[in-house]
């Protein structure tokens, strides 16, 4: 079955013609949006409002740990009702590598209803085989695994290529659902994108299981314009609306060009 695509004809001013891209449920120009302890209600209306551009929720930043369980039951149905999946964040999980309660963090994810989790080392040290290990325990749960490539907080910034596509390599064959490429210190945090090791990473790699962490309206605005709409995109909740406006290319200053008086119908 081919890509499914949409131009959004159904909605309003339906009759502007804008440029298509592919509609939901979505395999690429994913948007995944982080949720760092939305309430509930405001969590529902925001959906209401995005949802038809939101692909995945990542509850994260540890949230889940403070949470009730039926905060988070909810919140994922209210997702799942809307056509959009939920995975947790990776810093519970290092949490549980730390202690030892890997096996049991995956089974209260599976519970709790969502449909991944992340493995991530944003706060551990973690040999590549170890966390390859980690990804097929969680895939092997029946979750959709999203595994993090690079480090947060490690300079990163002289990393060659081969670096990171040796670790892709490693957690594609472990079974990762998609690989998240950490921002910091390639798109975040530096003077200069560092454009050349994206460009070869997408020479080297399936740039369609990649997730790119752009949490920026510069990072946002290279690489849609290096990769182009489809590429997939880990942002803020607040970036949604203008991510998906730049998506479909209506969103640049000076876009449409000159208009001549033939334009003008009523």
Known sequence: MGDKYSDLS?????????????????????????DKG????????????????????????SFQRIASREHLRDKIKIAHDREVRVFFAGDVTELAVIQGTVG?????????????????????????????????????KGLKIVAEVGHKGLDTRNLPAAWYLREIELLRAAGAWRLLLQGEGILEDVTEIRGKLLYELAAGTDLGT???????????????ESFGPEVSLD????????????????????????????????
Not at 20 to 33: N, Q
Not at 108 to 137: M, S, Y
Not at 212 to 223: C, E, H, V
């Open 235 to 266: 942002v803020e909740f607040d970036q949604v609306v203008a991510l998906e406006l730049s998506r479909r290319g209506i969103r640049k200053r000076g876009l449409f060009g000159l208009i001549g008086p033939g334009n003008l119908k009523p």
């Open 10 to 34: 159904d909605k309003a001013f339906g009759f502007i013609q804008i440029p298509r891209r592919s509609a939901k449920p979505r395999e690429k120009g994913l948007t995944i949006v982080a």
């Open 210 to 224: 990649l997730i790119i962490q752009g949490k920026d309206a510069r990072a946002q605005k290279f690489l849609i």
């Open 104 to 140: 049991q963090y995956f089974d209260e994810c599976l519970a709790l209803g969502a449909d991944g989790a992340e493995v991530a080392t944003a706060q551990i040290i973690l040999d590549k085989n170890d966390k390859a290990e980690l990804v097929r325990l969680g895939t092997g």
């Open 38 to 61: 939305l309430p509930l209600r405001f969590f529902e209306d925001w959906l209401d409002l995005v949802g038809d551009y939101v692909d995945w929720v990542k509850i994260g930043t």
